[in-house]
């Protein structure tokens, strides 16, 4: 087995692009986005086609954004002015703005499964004693920020809230480029309603970016949160263990891994964030220590199974539900119960 350091020294044969194919994978997606948005504002076009076009459209929006992820990582289209200027456009419209994408996404691949409350960049996670040691109201807000509405509605909670009012709202100055993605927004969908009408509004803006940021938000959570995935405090962390005990490997139809830009490799990311997303599946079939991952899937039972997961139990080392939390509650209340019935009574 190779150690930690050989395992990154082996990834880095797969950093690299093609830059024409870089291109060509960043135009296509850009084109079919466009061609199938236009199919939407013909309202001559029967409906259930328009509806197909706009649910596609979605798809297409999360091979974007997945595209973007990897030009912020510095993988794809390298020293390129026009690449630079067209990724700033493309971050203000998925709602997804340079600095706070940048810093938060850079956070969470350097503690990527570790034991947080802040969640800054990814979900928070806590062990089971110190969820046990929270106020009431901060159970609640641990738990809300991992209910599946929060993840399922990403749009409002994510895009919106965290990547762009928040991070405006609490550093104006850094995050100028949060308040015009939300400005760009909000008065491209106030055109479009008004000019096309509601229901081109939906197809067309709405529904295509709600897809996108419902699918990312769920994609970001799962590949992070999954049974058998591992966290780790602080000074028990390495950033090599965290890619292949904590990432998992997401095994989609190749339609899928295509519309997602692969990021179904997500434990090979992690292990080298410069491999270009084209490449990750030749970067796993070629080092075997990729190839053991824990895997996650899009079928219902694996999604409920993520989902339901809520702390860390630091005693069996595996996340657990609510329902084995209370569980554990209720065995140690009947084990206090049963030392004090047993304590000898003492007489004068």
Known sequence: ?????????????????????????FLITVVLISSLLTLCFFQEVPFLARLAAS???GLLYVRLFVIYHDYRHRSILLG??????????????????????????????NNNSKLTMSGIGSYPTVSKSRFLKLTKAQRQLYLINRHPLTIIFGYFTLFIYWLNLKSFLESPRKHIDSLAAIVLHVAVAAVIWYFFGFVTYVLTWFLPIFIMSGMGAYLFYCQHNFPGAKFRENHDWSYTNAALSSTSYMVM???????????GYHHVHHI???IPFYR???????????????????NPIDIWRCFRLKVWDDETEQMITLRQLKSTQSAVRKNQQAVVAEEPVLKD
Do not use: D
């Open 280 to 298: 990750l599946k030749e970067a796993m079939k070629s080092m075997p220590e990729l190839s053991t991952v824990v895997t996650t899937s899009w």
């Open 55 to 57: 649910i596609t459209c």
């Open 272 to 274: 080298n964030s410069r």
């Open 253 to 263: 139809s190749p339609v899928m891994h295509w519309f997602t830009a692969n990021i």
């Open 80 to 109: 390129s002015t026009v690449a630079s200027l067209l990724m700033k456009l493309v971050g203000l419209y998925v709602l997804a703005p340079e600095q706070i994408w940048t810093r938060s996404h850079e956070h969470h691949h």
């Open 1 to 25: 087995m190779r150690t930690e350091k050989e395992i990154i020294a082996a990834s880095k044969e797969f950093i690299g692009e093609n830059k024409a194919k870089s291109w060509f994978e």
